[in-house]
């Protein structure tokens, strides 16, 4: 079943909003990924958070890790047309090669 | 190739039908993983390979499915007698390796969409 929570769903915002997604496990990560879908793309490697509490930024994304290394979040300031897709956390789970992906935040912009 | 590959890209067979779905995956890259992936769904993890071993097919949904892995390389996932339910697109990734916790995210190919009539 489902290990990694992620939500909201869905996530409709206003071109240059802010936004948040939020990714939860009930088991302690070794690490956490975040890959985004394109509309009809396949899944793309963003970055990785392996330390408790690390915090990272590419340009208008911040993502965090939890000091629990249970939970992660992806922060997008300034949203823009370019953000739409479907945004996934993945999490190793004690083994070191096996992903579980959460069910993805699928976002939409209003221009 | 400079990504992962499939093929391939569309797929649509009658129920009953056996397919079979390659991976190219990039070369040099020792893991390699088999996604399934719903419409609208998240990714659905399947089977792992490290090499030419695969440790992991607990995803794998039943005994009609299988795969396997040669030359450390091509992958192809087989489907036997096809079902409606097994319609959707199945992604290939590889992963330079796949332990330790050094960075080793994946990179995926474009899926084949399979259609099950």
């Known amino acids: 079943g489902q290990q990694v929570m992620q939500i909201p769903q869905y996530q409709h915002v206003q071109e240059g909003e802010d936004f948040t997604t939020y990714c939860n496990s009930s088991?302690?990560?070794?690490?956490i990924q975040w890959y985004k879908q394109r509309p009809g793309g396949h899944p793309v490697f963003l970055i990785q958070l392996v330390k408790s509490g690390e915090v990272k930024k590419q340009k208008r994304l911040t993502f965090q890790f939890g000091e629990a290394k249970k939970n992660s979040s992806l922060h997008i300031t300034a949203t823009q047309t370019t953000d739409v897709g479907t945004y996934f956390c993945a999490g190793l789970l004690g083994n070191d090669y096996k992903l579980s992906f959460g069910a993805g935040t699928t976002v939409t912009v209003r221009a | 190739g400079a990504g992962v590959s499939q093929s391939p890209s569309n797929k649509v067979t009658e129920k009953g039908k056996d397919v079979e779905l390659r991976c190219d995956p990039i070369s040099g890259h020792t893991a390699l993983y088999w996604y399934r992936q719903s419409l609208g769904q998240g990714l659905e993890f399947l089977i792992y390979?490290?090499?030419?071993?695969?440790?992991?097919k607990s995803g794998l949904p039943s005994d009609r499915f299988s795969a396997e892995r040669t030359g450390g390389s091509v992958s192809t996932l087989t489907i036997q007698r096809t079902q409606q339910e097994d319609s959707a697109v199945y992604l290939c990734?590889?992963?330079?390796?796949?332990?330790?916790?050094?960075?080793?995210?994946?990179?995926f190919g474009p899926g084949t969409r399979l259609t099950v009539l």
């Open positions: 990734a590889s992963s330079p390796r796949g332990t330790g916790l050094a960075r080793h995210e994946q990179f």
């Open positions: 088991t302690t990560l070794s690490n």
């Open positions: 390979f490290q090499g030419n071993s695969a440790p992991d």
